[in-house]
């Protein structure tokens, strides 16, 4: 591997107890969930408590299994927690609001009977927002994601990678601060997924927003990351918390440098002695 700089490998600094909910735009406080079932209670999340700062890419891993997408889905308003708080800039989450957290999941689930364009504006039209305003932000975002030009393809004539940018097109459109991600590359050949990474780290650049994404991909974790968060095997704790020194912006000759390479076996080594 390429020598890269003597840097350490750092533990993100925990923000001191009691800051402010506004200064992050995502604070979970003390989280836990017990799933039931038909032999009693299954923990599947245990004392959960993290921050996330706004604007900043926050990656999830951790085994198979450890509660990375039940926890995603209660960030989401989805999905309702046994025990604990989370709060988005200040305010609690308890119910969907995709003006202030956006979802984008691994499967496109675009509707087949609509175009791109039309995909990208339905959350617009389901609040009502006048038709030349939806299609004035759903042409943007379709710039943005790039592909201009195809708003009237249906998914059937699009690429996997190009359905997944309809999605994070129509999970931007919106404009929430907060955007979550659920292994959204996953399905994805190895190639689209590293070019998928690439262009995903240019609109969160162009864009600002505070992203929390999920992955079973290590070198897909450092290489998006400002900090990877490691979860045990179940019941879901968080071991460790990792801030990746990489500058920005990132490219993909970093990949063959010693640092990259620390940081990728440093959270194998935790989920690996975890599971």
């Not at 995502?26 to 004392?47: F, K, M, N, R």
């Not at 921050?51 to 951790?62: A, Y």
């Amino acid at each position: 591997m390429q020598h890269m700089a003597n840097l350490n490998i750092p533990v993100a600094e925990r923000e001191p107890a009691g800051a402010a909910h506004a200064k992050a735009a995502i604070e979970i406080s003390d989280l836990s969930h017990v799933y039931a079932g038909a032999q009693g209670g299954v923990p599947a999340l245990e004392d959960i408590s993290m921050r996330v700062g706004s604007g900043r890419f926050v990656v999830i891993v951790g085994p198979s299994g450890c509660g990375k997408t039940s926890l995603l889905m209660m960030m989401a308003g989805l999905r309702a927690q046994s025990q604990g708080e989370i709060f988005c800039h200040g305010a609690p989450i308890r119910a969907p609001d995709p003006r202030r957290v956006g979802v984008i999941f691994q499967e496109a689930s675009l509707f087949p009977w609509l175009s791109a364009l039309d995909n990208i504006e339905f959350p617009l039209s389901l609040r009502g927002d006048p038709k030349d305003e939806r299609r004035r932000r759903a042409e943007k975002m379709l710039e943005l994601v790039g592909l201009g030009g195809f708003g009237e393809r249906y998914p059937h004539e699009l690429s996997g990678g190009m359905k997944q940018r309809v999605s994070i097109a129509r999970g931007l459109v919106q404009d929430p601060p907060v955007l979550l991600m659920d292994e959204p590359f996953a399905a994805l050949d190895e190639q689209t997924r590293m070019t998928m990474g690439h262009e995903l780290l240019r609109i969160w650049s162009l864009t600002s927003k505070t992203v929390v994404f999920i992955t079973h991909s290590l070198t897909e974790a450092v290489y998006l990351a400002d900090e990877v968060l490691v979860m045990s095997a179940r019941p879901g704790r968080i071991i460790d918390r990792i801030a990746i020194p990489l500058p920005r912006p990132r490219n993909y000759e970093m990949m063959a440098t010693d640092v990259f390479g620390q940081l990728r076996e440093r959270i194998w080594q935790q989920i690996r002695s975890d599971a």
